[in-house]
DNA sequence: ATCCAATACTTGACTAATTCCAGAATCCAT
DNA sequence: ATGGATTCTGGAATTAGTCAAGTATTGGAT
């Protein structure tokens, strides 16, 4: 009987560089980010679905902390719609997102490398993360609201 | 009988000027956001019912809604708590959240003035804001979590 | 190759925040 | 004062995510 956890596109190394164990599961929802960045956990969920057959809600949410944790995999937080995912880590890129549609894209960041990360005062808090997100409308939907 | 709708300190000329009708709970809500910068939806309505003795949790809502579309107040939504309220707008200011106590403060551009609202590329979005979170742990969660 | 303890997964109920709905009340321009 | 538009109310519904307990799978030790 074959493994499941041995797999040809390196994703099974990827997690036990990093200390994950390797299940069905993990493989699935690692390949569902990359595949499709920004996605909820929700469409996410729909995708490994498909590919795997089946896989409960907690599972989803279980691992995507955890892949999140490593930092194999990042989360971004919109205001007003659920968590997204992305496999793009460690390169202090931002994001622009349409408040019609909800369409998400990753931005270079503005400002150079590491200068967000800088806030003019801190107020005594420990800074790990500086979030950035531009706030818009895409093409589409400025043609949209035109009408 | 005296109006409600009437009042000293000018928050009902605000109102008007925005073409928001004016009622006795949305004069309560704008001062309670006024005096308690970063207030979830819950801790608003408690404020306001301590002043007008009752209001649904529908009417803060709404309110906060027709405020945050008019201008008036900005929402800002951290990861994993309710979304918060705050009268600063237009200031070009951020955010600095503890991860842990959820802690709110108010920080200035680390940048300047308005550089932070240029993206670099920007897909054919038209962006009108440029939000930005710091993440991270203040004081007393810092000492708590060294137990 | 087999076993076992640790880790992960499943199910299903639960919570918190917010929104939807439809009728009642209120506001304000005329 | 009146009518039409806007807002408020209370309850029910939705969304996103969490908790807990039992079952299954993984990976290291034998």
Redesign the interface.
Known sequence: MEKVTDTTDGVDQLLRQHKVQVTAQRLAIMRAVSSRPHATADDLTDDVRAVIGSISRQAVYDTLGVLVDKNLIR?I????SA?RYEDRVGDNH?H?I?RDCGTT?D?????GEV?????????????????????????PC?TESKK
Not at 77 to 80: A, E, H, M, V, W
């Open positions: 989360r937080q919109p205001s007003g968590a931002h622009l349409c894209v931005v270079d960041c503005a400002v200068p967000c990360l800088t806030a003019h005062d801190d107020h005594g808090f420990e800074i790990d993360e500086a979030e950035v997100i531009y706030w818009g409308m895409c093409s400025q």
